[in-house]
């Protein structure tokens, strides 16, 4: 489950580098990812997840427990 965010499921794309003359070669697009620990008073412990700034922004707006139930629900993460 590398370069995936786990509340989100964002994860690499594939696209083309495209020159002046529209030659096109492969490229990566890599999602802006970040190892983060956050605090979940429901249970009492820190949980450590890789989540893109996306994700952050997700948790600020809608919680911390609601975005791990949606990312469980979608199948993103196991459980938490």
């Known amino acids: 489950m590398s ?6 499921g964002k994860r690499l794309m594939v696209g ?5 003359s529209k030659r096109r070669t492969k490229r990566l697009f890599l999602p802006n990812l970040f190892y ?5 008073p429901e249970e009492n412990r820190w949980i450590k997840l890789k989540v893109s700034a996306q994700g ?6 809608i919680g911390l427990k609601e975005a791990l139930d949606r990312a469980v629900k979608k199948g993103y993460i196991k459980s938490y």
């Open 16 to 20: 083309n580098n495209v020159s002046h």
């Open 56 to 61: 952050m922004r997700l948790i600020n707006k």
């Open 36 to 40: 983060k620990k956050f605090f979940l």
């Open 3 to 8: 370069r995936m965010c786990q509340i989100t």
